[in-house]
Nanobody, 122 residues
């Protein structure tokens, strides 16, 4: 089970750091991704990281504003979000999947959590 935390209500331009941890699972050998889903919209890819290796990937909407990092010792992934916009409002989910999966389709990820809500006011 994946646990995402760190969401909240912020104003446009603010920053948030989301955390992703796993219960009873080590991320070694996995890809960890972040997705988001706004009401009435499809779940969309935000960012992903290959836990073993150096590959980090971002959606166009996230490039330059979001940074995904990992703490191997804590087995935790962090999504630092800066310059938040109202259109970033969504429920953010972290997920894990096979190490070599294709990073953007959410169907490739096999382990999901409940997500954390991010609301950005204008």
């Amino acid at each position: 089970l994946m646990f995402a935390s760190g969401g909240g209500l912020v104003q446009a331009g603010d920053s948030l750091r989301l955390s992703c941890a796993a219960s009873g699972r080590n991320f070694l050998g996995y890809t960890v991704g972040w997705f988001r889903q706004a009401p009435g919209k499809e779940r969309e890819f935000v960012s992903a990281i290959r836990w073993r290796g150096t590959g980090t990937y971002y959606a166009t909407s996230a490039k330059g504003r979001f940074t995904l990092s990992r703490d191997i010792g804590k087995n935790t992934a962090y999504l630092q979000m800066t310059g938040l916009k109202p259109e970033d409002t969504a429920r953010y989910y972290c997920a894990a999947g096979a190490a070599s999966l294709t990073i953007s389709p959410f169907a490739r990820y096999t382990n999901w959590g409940q997500g954390t809500q991010v609301t950005v006011s204008s």
